[in-house]
Nanobody, 119 residues
């Protein structure tokens, strides 16, 4: 059993900053990719940022230069530092991980954390 637990969402004013975290737990051999997707009301889920185990990062164009993804592999945790937040960043942010465990690799999702950017 694998769990992804997110924390750190909330309400922030435009131009502000927020950091969300996601910790993976369970029977994990290794984690390949960890990262974040988001889904705004009435829209499809979209990629925000991904980071591989060898530190390669991939960002959506809309967040480049404002968001920073990082990992603590010892803690199986991924972070997303969000700066210069805009109202259009408002969404539920979902943690994603590609995890190797007993029985093979799998794709796992967190329950989501709400980020609201509003004055």
């Amino acid at each position: 059993q694998v769990q992804l637990v997110e924390s750190g969402g909330g309400l922030v004013q435009p131009g502000g900053s927020l950091r969300v975290s996601c910790a993976a737990s369970g029977s994990i051999f290794s984690i390949n990719v960890m990262g974040w997707y988001r889904q705004a009301p009435g829209k499809q889920r979209e990629l925000v940022a991904l980071m591989s185990s060898d530190d390669r990062r991939n960002y959506a164009d809309s967040v480049k230069g404002r968001f920073t993804i990082s990992r603590d592999n010892a803690k199986n945790t991924v972070y997303l530092q969000m700066d210069s937040l805009k109202p259009e960043d408002t969404a539920v942010y979902y943690c994603y991980a590609n995890i190797y465990r007993v029985g093979g690799p799998g794709h796992y999702w967190g329950q989501g954390t709400q980020v609201t950017v509003s004055s």
